[in-house]
């Protein structure tokens, strides 16, 4: 099949999915009357539309394009990543959903302001805000990239009209037009990618099985190498890096925990994390294993020198796929895009208002906090364009380095910020802010003296202390830094005074909390036995009192 443009019915597939993704915003406006509303609707939305909407939070058109190219040129080792998460979620979810419920208001770094101070809850908060922006920048590059290479539109113009959608969305709707964005987006996603590696296996000659053969073969299945090295890309590497990975996303990612918020319950909170993770590994597994079946069918068959493996999958489903598919496909890379940009921009706009506007003018009425969300949206939805902007007019060399090098130095030990706030009562404010200001060194230490900068051959170390540079893999470093916040954190905060700390920021408080409600549920089931028995006693004595006077 020579097929490399798209017709008609695939542009009226595409409008009708952005038609349908902007009546989702109207649809929900007229409910958006508080902060309340805006950014939780707690209570409107059911679990299992949480779930899904958690789902399409972690899924976008990186998905669709960073999965099938690792799957192509290598094995499924960056699968381990996720594949950690749902040990993380099990382990820890029966008690972060509930506290992060009881003590917060909206903002995640609340907590870690109660638990810490504020510096704490600044450091965590500026360094979502900044992993924020540089993640929807780059959706954006990557979506405007990959459908000007399909359909020749301008990269400019993709990034503009997203954007927009994206603003417009949030503005009207909210979250809760986010979420049943979602739910539609989720359906979508299983969707096309079933299709596309259904008709990947019809292609291949052989099929599933000559696909797993081949695979096999050239060394594209498994998730090795298995060496006990922290160097390279290893198993171990990437399985310790998804741990701390699954803590961080669903312990202290604004984006997850609002989601925490919405629902009515804490078990229905629960049963929507649950959900979420559940169906995103089977997710983040059908895309790899589509790399992996396209490398297959392209062993069968040429590919042209100037596809590389990043637009293989592009390449493909142009080429390959019939008429109507395509549309269908391409709106749902779209839809992906806008739906986690959409949550990415909510939550951004909730940490504006809740940890800097609020703070910069406290005792307003909820209209004007309602009214400055609104103009947070606009303009971080302006800044998240033109960083779009300045990814597709310097390209994916250089620049990108150099900004995901700037978020990594303040953002580093988060999850050692949190993990001692949850389960140290010892650790306390003033030996936590050492410990950050130590990771903040440490962190700009091995990223500078590790990360090569410039285009071409022309790169060069920001840093270069010869062998006392950093070799370590940069999977490591995020997590070499929450150790070393929790190690020094804690040290630290033994030279200070023991803090008076509410029971209900820590684990043991939750702990306590669970073991009291156990007593009393057994105190109740013992007193209810008892009555059961008194009235089974009375009962019988009246008998025999009315039997000796009958």
Known sequence: MTKTALGAVDYGIIVIVIMITLYMGMRYAKNQTSTHSFFSARGRVPSWAIGISLLATLISSVTFLG???????SNWILLVQGLMVPIVLLLSIWFIVPMYRKVI???TYEYFEKRFGSFARYYSSIAFVLRQFSGMGTVLYLLAVALSSMTGANTFWVIAGTGAIIITINLLGGLEAVIWLDVFQGFMLFLSGIICLLLIFFAVDGGAKQVWHIAQMNHRTGFGPYDFDFKNLTFIVVAINGLFYGIQKYGTDQTVVQRYLTAKTDKGAIGASLLGILLTVPVWALFMFIGTALFAYYTQ???PANVNANSVFPYFIMTELPTGVVGFV?????????????ADLNSLAAVGVEDYYKKIKPGKTDRIYLASSRWIVVLSGIITIIIGFVYAYLGSEGILGVIFTLYAI????????????LFSSRANEKGVNIAIVTCIFFTAYALLTSTEVGIGDNKYKLLDLGTFNF??????????SHILVVVVGYISSLFFPKPSINENLLYSGWLKLRRERKQQQQAHTVISEKFKEGGETSARENGKRKLFVG
Not at 67 to 73: I, L, N, Q, R
Not at 330 to 342: D, G, P, T
Not at 471 to 480: D, F, Q
């Open 67 to 73: 999965y099938p190219s690792e799957g192509f040129t």
């Open 105 to 107: 208001g909206l903002s």
């Open 301 to 303: 068959q040429p590919l």
């Open 330 to 342: 391409l709106a749902a890379m779209i839809s992906a895009a806008i739906c986690s940009l959409s």
């Open 410 to 421: 303040f953002s580093g030990g988060i999850v050692g910020i949190f993990l001692l706030g």
């Open 471 to 480: 070799t370590h893999h940069k999977l490591m470093l995020g997590v070499y």
